[in-house]
């Protein structure tokens, strides 16, 4: 990826594809001023150079039921056993989001619940119990104020 070139079409394309990854190419395509086949070429590109790895569907987690976000710092007692954390961190489906980070933690996770008890029985029950994590920061959202994919030029 590192040779390709994102052109001004490309930006187009994308910045349609990350409003609605359903929008259909040819509508894309319209859009951009090229025809439909350029656009699927160019996606197809674009995936193959990494710059797309697929498309999902978003579900809204407060549809759900989940309508507490929060955000826990983790710090470990041996920063060694890292991937050993991150392994049994993955079996919480409750976390939707691990990031190795710098500073005063080592991780921080986003984890959904349906309420603070839901949210206390994660952290007290699972969380806390796995070897090597010492100690748990949580910041409970109010709020979200900005969600979107990426920014674009």
């Not at 890292?82 to 976390?95: C, F, Q, R, T």
């Not at 839901?118 to 070897?131: A, G, S, T």
Request: glycine fraction near 4%; hydrophobic fraction near 45%.
């Amino acid at each position: 990826m590192a040779n390709y070139h994102i052109d001004a079409t490309d930006y187009k394309i994308l910045g349609f594809l990350i409003k609605n990854a359903r929008m259909p190419f040819l509508e894309i395509a319209r859009e951009c001023g090229v025809s439909g086949a350029a656009i699927h070429q160019r996606v197809k590109r674009l995936e193959a150079n990494g710059v797309i790895s697929g498309s999902r569907l978003l579900v809204k987690p407060q549809a759900l039921g989940l309508n507490v976000c929060a955000f826990v710092s983790i710090s470990l007692s041996e920063a060694s056993k890292y991937n050993e954390v991150v392994s049994h961190l993955k079996k919480i489906p409750e976390i939707v989001e691990c990031h190795f980070v710098t500073g005063k933690y080592t991780l921080l996770v986003k984890i959904y619940c349906s309420d603070n008890d839901h949210l206390m029985e994660v952290l007290l029950n699972q969380m806390q119990k796995i070897p090597y994590i010492q100690a748990t920061d949580t910041m409970i959202a109010l709020d979200e104020t900005i969600d979107r994919q990426v920014w674009l030029k």
